[in-house]
């Protein structure tokens, strides 16, 4: 198995991962966004996400002016 069939295989693995938990973040408007991962994933998203806290963003969907005030992690049931 050579280097390109391994990194395949690892990602793979990696996508088949159940998504069972979701980051919320959650902005000063009252509209939330949320990402579903596994949990290192989830973790390493709202890391992310909290750098975010307390900034002026703009939202790639609308342009209008964001601000995020937290970011939860919560287990899907």
Known sequence: ???NEQIEASI???MALP????????????SAKTHD???AGAQNWAIGERRKIGRDLIDR????????????I???Q
Request: hydrophobic share 35%; aromatic share 6%.
């Open 19 to 30: 998504k069972d938990w979701r980051v919320t973040t959650h902005y000063a408007d009252g």
């Open 61 to 72: 969907a609308t342009g209008n002016k964001v601000r995020v005030v937290s970011v939860t």
């Open 1 to 3: 198995m050579n280097l």
């Open 37 to 39: 991962t596994h949990q």
């Open 74 to 76: 919560d287990r899907i």
């Open 12 to 14: 793979n693995r990696a």
